[in-house]
């Protein structure tokens, strides 16, 4: 059974900094590229960052660009999320997905197999 677990939220000041880890187990045979998406209050489901399995090939919302870092771990399937300089409007739940196959375009949620559970990200101003 696959799982994606988040973990490394929390409440962090304005301009400060947190990591996000995603932990992938079961079969992960096929997966082509993991991402980052978060969910504020009322609001829809946003693009975040996304990473290709083998770790070559990166892709960042304009709005995270230069702040937030993907990157993977491949002996350990787990993606990581530094983020730097935080705002207040990055507040929200994060959660991490994976695509199964080939891969679809990664800004789109409707591409990814499958999910973790969130974990939140408050920003304090």
């Known amino acids: 059974q696959v799982q994606l677990v988040e973990s490394g939220g929390g409440l962090v000041q304005a301009g400060g900094s947190l990591r996000l880890s995603c932990a992938a187990s079961?079969?992960?045979?096929?997966?082509?590229?993991m991402g980052w998406f978060r969910q504020a209050p009322r609001k829809g489901r946003e693009f975040v960052a996304a990473?290709?399995?083998?770790?070559?090939?990166?892709n960042y919302a304009d709005s995270v660009k230069g702040r937030f870092t993907i990157s993977r771990d491949n002996a350990n399937n787990t993606m990581y999320l530094q983020m730097n300089s935080v705002k207040p409007d990055d507040t929200a739940v994060y959660y991490c997905a994976a695509q199964e196959g080939p891969p679809r375009p990664p800004r789109y949620p409707g591409g990814y197999n499958y999910w973790g559970q969130g974990t939140q990200v408050t920003v304090s101003s």
């Open positions: 079961g079969r992960t045979f096929g997966w082509s590229v």
């Open positions: 990473i290709t399995w083998s770790g070559g090939s990166t």
